[in-house]
């Protein structure tokens, strides 16, 4: 669809198409979309603001009533609302846009319940724990939704585990290493899962397609995993743990080399390259940074910020350029 636009407008640039046709070639052609489109948005978007909502309200009647219900009344709100999300579901079937949106709300609803048990009865377990359970029940659930959302979430819940666990249990965790400190490890495990997470996703969309065609849910892993290592590069810069080795430049290096083969070479994806480039930009400034705090004055700020002005110009006008190229423009 983006190339059809595009095309069109540098017909209408090039006089080949007069420019009062120019709304009229754009609805014949799909770009400006129709009436039902804009119905099947409208009942995707409210469906699934619906469905968020009822999952908050849950949460938020239970929490404002919390003195004023017995523990069998909140039992029986969540444990009555799961049930009704799940037989939703399947009466719907997990094809249809209502059934897809009930069992989400369902496995937030596990959770809930979840935590709740937590709190009524004081078990006593660390909070890495609810996470961790929360997505060993609703793996099954996962597992046969065929469900993009769902799958992100439950990646969600496993890193929030992770990072739970090491903060939690840093001293079982690390041993009698002690080369890293915890927080460190739960973010290098986060960006080694999105990583491998985001490879399989890819691998099994370009061979499967269907609902694991979608780009937003890589782009979504995309993004964490370079906010993660990039975070950890400006780790190494600033000096943060002096434990640290700086050795998070390698990984990086690979992870923009990675990018790079993936979206540039194999095949073209500009959000992609878009959050490379800003990845690079981010480290560029952190490793011009730290010696003008250290030891420049004004003169190297100054110099800083020309230089990231250049770097983000540079990268804008790169990635305009393989745009044009994917578009087959000159």
């Not at 959050?275 to 004055?297: D, Y």
């Amino acid at each position: 669809m983006t190339e059809a636009r595009q095309a069109i407008v540098n017909w209408a640039l090039a006089g080949a198409l007069p420019r009062d046709e120019l709304p009229r070639a754009l609805r014949v052609a799909g770009v400006t979309p129709t009436g039902a489109q804009w119905n099947t948005f409208l009942a995707r978007l409210l469906t699934w603001l619906g469905a968020a909502c009822l999952a908050a309200a849950a949460v938020y009647f239970i929490a404002a009533n919390w003195q004023a219900l017995g523990r069998f009344a909140k039992f029986a709100l969540v444990e009555g609302a799961l049930v009704a999300a799940l037989a939703l579901a399947w009466w719907r079937g997990l094809d249809s846009l209502p059934g897809r949106a009930a069992l989400f709300v369902a496995a937030v609803l596990m959770g809930v319940l979840l935590a709740l048990v937590g709190q009524v009865y004081q078990t006593g377990a660390d909070t890495f724990e609810l996470f961790a359970a929360w997505a060993a029940a609703i793996f099954v659930w996962v597992a046969i939704s065929r469900q993009p959302a769902l799958w992100l979430l439950w990646i969600a819940l496993v890193d929030v585990a992770i990072v739970l666990y090491f903060r939690t249990n840093a001293a079982r965790a690390v041993g009698v290493t002690g080369f890293l400190f915890a927080p460190r490890i739960a973010l290098w495990i986060v960006f080694a899962s999105n990583i491998a997470a985001l490879a399989v996703w890819e691998w099994l969309g370009a061979a499967r397609g269907g609902w694991l065609a979608v780009r937003w849910a890589p782009r979504v892993l995309a993004a964490v995993a370079g906010t993660v290592v990039t975070l950890l590069v400006a780790y190494d810069i600033v000096g943060l743990d002096s434990r640290a080795y700086g050795w998070s430049w390698a990984p990086y290096a690979l992870f923009v080399g990675a990018l790079y083969w993936a979206y540039r070479v194999r095949t073209v994806d500009l959000f992609m390259l878009a959050g490379m480039v800003l990845s690079m930009v981010v480290v560029v400034s952190f490793a011009l940074g730290r010696p003008a705090l250290e030891h420049g004055g004004a003169g190297a700020f100054l110099l800083i910020g020309l230089t990231l002005i250049g770097c983000a110009a540079a990268g804008g006008y790169w990635l305009r350029q393989v745009g044009a190229q994917t578009r087959g423009s000159p």
